[in-house]
C-alpha cells in the first residue's frame, strides 16, 4: 500500500470561508485523509486552536501526522488524530474530551490513495482483489462475497438503488451465471461481466461501465449511507451554538441525506399547517446556511477532475 497521499482538497476555500473559523475554535475533520482541509483551518484556529481528525486508514492518519508536523508551532493547534469511523462520532470525540466543537467538515467518497492501490479492490481500472473494505482491520464484508452470494434480486437492488444503473437487473443475472462457473474474485473479472451485460451502444456513453457498480458495491460494502446518518446526527450534536456542519458530497444519494438531514433539524415543528402558532414546541435546531449547494467553479475542475460532482452544503446551529 502506498503511503504517499497526493490528494487535492476539493471546494477549500470555500470550506474555509463557510467554516468560519476563528483563533482558539475546535474543528472537526471527520474524513481527515491526507489533511488538505484541516492543514489550511488549523492556521485559522492556531495554536490556541484544537484540531481533531477522524479517519479508519492508518495510512491516511499517519500522512496527515506528517503533514500537520510541518506546521510551526506558534500556528499548530491541539492535534487530536483519532482512528475510526465517522459514523462513531460519539466515541471518538468523547476519547478527546473537548465539550464541543466549532465546525465539522465531512468530505465524502473514496479518498485518491484508496483508488490508487489495487489491493483494496475500489477501482474498475486496476485488477485487483474485489474487495472494497474502508477498515480492513474491523470489516469483515467484501465486494466479494456480496457478488457471490447475493441473489440476483438483492444484487439488483443494491445495484440499481446506489447507483442508478440502468442495466441493473441484466448485470445482476450475468454476474450469477458467471459464478456458477467460477468465483468472481478480481476486478477485472467483474469489468468483464459489466460489459457483457450492458449493451455495446449503451456502453459508448457515459464513462466507464462498471463504474455505477462499483460505486454500489462499495456503498453496501462499508454501509455508507447509514453511517452518513449517524455521522450527520452526532454532529449536530456535538456542535456549539454559532458551530458550523458544512459537508461536501459526490453523488446524488449522499447529497440527498445531507439535505434531508439539514431540513429535518432547521423545520422540527409537527403542528398542523393552519394552526397560527406553534404549539408542539419544537424549536429549529439548525439554521440552513447554502439553500442551494455550492459548486466548484470551471477552473477548479479543470485542475481537479475529482471535484467535478462535488455539491457543497452547509448548516449553522442555533
Not at 458550523?244 to 453523488?251: F, N, T
Amino acid at each position: 500500500m502506498t503511503s504517499e497521499y497526493r490528494h487535492t482538497p476539493v471546494l477549500l476555500a470555500e470550506c474555509l470561508e463557510y467554516s468560519n473559523l476563528k483563533p482558539q475554535h475546535t474543528f472537526v475533520d471527520a474524513t481527515l485523509g491526507g489533511a488538505g482541509h484541516s492543514f489550511e483551518a488549523a492556521k485559522l484556529i492556531g495554536s490556541g486552536g484544537t484540531l481533531i481528525g477522524i479517519d479508519q486508514d492508518e495510512v491516511a492518519l499517519a500522512a496527515a501526522r506528517r503533514k500537520l508536523g510541518t506546521l510551526p508551532d506558534d500556528v499548530r493547534p491541539r492535534l487530536e488524530l483519532v482512528r475510526g469511523n465517522f459514523g462513531n462520532m460519539d466515541e471518538a470525540l468523547l476519547s478527546t474530551e473537548v465539550p464541543g466543537v466549532d465546525a465539522v467538515l465531512f468530505d465524502l467518497g473514496v479518498s485518491s490513495v484508496q483508488i490508487d492501490t489495487p489491493s483494496r479492490g475500489f477501482s474498475f481500472k486496476e485488477n485487483g482483489p474485489l474487495d472494497m473494505r474502508m477498515d480492513p482491520g474491523k470489516q469483515t464484508l467484501t465486494a466479494a462475497e456480496i457478488i457471490n452470494t447475493y441473489t440476483a434480486a438483492d444484487l439488483t437492488r443494491i445495484i440499481r438503488t446506489y447507483s442508478d444503473e440502468k442495466w441493473a437487473s441484466r448485470i445482476a443475472d450475468f454476474a450469477v451465471r458467471a459464478r456458477q462457473t467460477a468465483p468472481i474474485e478480481t476486478s477485472e473479472q467483474l469489468v468483464d461481466i459489466i460489459k457483457a451485460a450492458i449493451p455495446a451502444s449503451a456502453r459508448r456513453a457515459g464513462g466507464h461501465p462498471a463504474k455505477r457498480t462499483f460505486q454500489a458495491l462499495r456503498i453496501e460494502v462499508n454501509g455508507e449511507l447509514d453511517v452518513l446518518r449517524s455521522g450527520l446526527d452526532a454532529a449536530i450534536r456535538w456542535l456549539n451554538p454559532g458551530g458550523r456542519l458544512v459537508v461536501i458530497s459526490y453523488h446524488s444519494l449522499e447529497d440527498r441525506i445531507v439535505k434531508e438531514t439539514f431540513a429535518k433539524f432547521a423545520n422540527r415543528c409537527t403542528c398542523p399547517p393552519d394552526l397560527p402558532v406553534c404549539m408542539c414546541g419544537k424549536q429549529p435546531i439548525l439554521d440552513i446556511v447554502t439553500r442551494k449547494p455550492v459548486l466548484p467553479t470551471a477552473e477548479e475542475i479543470e485542475r481537479n477532475a475529482r471535484a467535478r460532482s462535488a455539491k457543497l452544503r452547509v448548516a449553522q446551529k442555533r
